[in-house]
């Protein structure tokens, strides 16, 4: 009783303290991957509103998967410098929680929406981080990418972790070529607020397989409970 006590006290510090990384699995075209990756206890899923990514999903697709979800899971609509209208028809349309910008929004453009965000950066050679993240002081958080020039993300690469600042003024989201393979190291050398995985718990591009998204899960408990 008493060990089961102490590792409960353990894992509650851990909560409060917001070392326990969530996970958003983004690219949901279908119903019966948005339930798996809540099943296997996903805290968001990411729809691509970007016509170019093979994980692109329609509006009225998204609205109707979303329409079915339970309660207490974020939606998530991600976009690639999006005409104003699109973003609006979107908003209204699925009623999505939150909104990611991956392109080269400002943020004054990011703002005017009625929603909260975040932002992405791509983590090119030049990139200064902690100046650019300053930039959107009213994001909710800063989500750093793997970056491929000519590609808004989705490239299934990773970056060197050691270039993300200590002292962002965000919470982290991190992400670029995550898989079960990587994601212990990533959460426990990291120590990000989320991180945010698309192709590397899929079967073919735009659908997810149920075996990699249960060991992705299992590899970010052990990372978060370890």
């Known amino acids: ?45 990411g729809f691509v509103f970007y016509a ?40 209204t349309l699925t009623q999505i929680d939150l909104l990611q910008f991956h392109g080269k929004e400002t943020a004054d453009y990011c703002e005017q929406f009625s929603r909260p965000y975040f932002k992405a950066l791509r983590m090119s050679a030049d990139l200064d981080v902690s100046a650019t993240a300053a ?28 270039r993300i600042p200590s002292d962002l003024s965000k919470p982290l989201i991190l992400a670029g070529g995550l898989d079960e393979s990587n994601i212990y190291r990533a959460i426990t050398e990291v120590s990000p607020f989320a991180v945010d995985v698309s192709g590397g718990v899929e079967r073919i591009k735009g659908r997810k397989s149920p075996e990699k998204i249960n060991t992705f899960m299992s590899e970010v408990a052990r990372a978060n409970y370890s």
């Open 1 to 45: 009783m008493a060990v089961e006590a102490a590792t409960g006290n353990s894992e509650q510090n851990k909560v409060t303290s917001g070392v326990v990384a969530r996970v958003k699995i983004c690219g949901i075209t279908c119903l019966e991957d948005a339930l798996l990756a809540i099943d296997a206890g996903a805290d968001a899923l």
């Open 52 to 91: 170019p990514s093979p994980r692109y999903v329609s509006p009225d697709v998204a609205a109707e998967i979303i329409r079915e979800l339970p309660p207490f899971v974020t939606t998530v609509a991600l976009f690639v410098d999006a005409p104003v209208a699109e973003i609006q028809s979107v908003i």
């Open 135 to 162: 930039e959107y002081s009213s994001a909710r958080a800063i989500l750093l990418d793997a970056y491929r020039k000519g590609v808004p993300g989705g490239t299934g690469e990773s970056f060197d972790w050691q």
